[in-house]
């Protein structure tokens, strides 16, 4: 059974850094593009960013550039992004998603070309 766990949200101060990781079960991660989204309350789901074969095939949403890196760790079957310089408009519940690599074009962040989601991790930016 896929499944994608998402961890290492929590609350933060504006400014500040959070590493989110999302762990996938029953494939192996080697051969999908991962992509972050986030969904704050009222809002629609935002792509935020994704990554294909490898960390220079990452692509980010304008709103995160900068401030957010998202890498893969072959070995450890997981995926990571570090997000600094948070504000209270990063304020969301975070997903991570996947969907088959196809290395023929750089991943995008459009929640409908995903296929597997997990159930997210809710990260909150307040003073």
């Known amino acids: 059974q896929v499944q994608l766990v998402e961890s290492g949200g929590g609350s933060v101060q504006p400014g500040g850094s959070l590493r989110l990781s999302c762990s996938p079960s029953g494939f192996t991660v080697y051969y999908y593009t991962i992509g972050w989204f986030r969904q704050a309350p009222g809002e629609e789901r935002e792509g935020v960013s994704c990554?294909?074969?490898?960390?220079?095939?990452?692509v980010y949403a304008d709103s995160v550039k900068g401030r957010f890196t998202i890498s893969r760790d072959n070995s450890k079957n997981t995926i990571y992004l570090q997000m600094n310089s948070l504000s209270s408009e990063d304020t969301a519940v975070y997903y991570c998603a996947a969907v088959p690599l196809n290395p023929r074009r750089p991943c995008r962040v459009l929640p409908g070309e995903y296929g597997y989601w997990g159930r997210g991790t809710q990260v909150t930016v307040s003073a």
């Open positions: 990554i294909g074969k490898d960390d220079g095939a990452a």
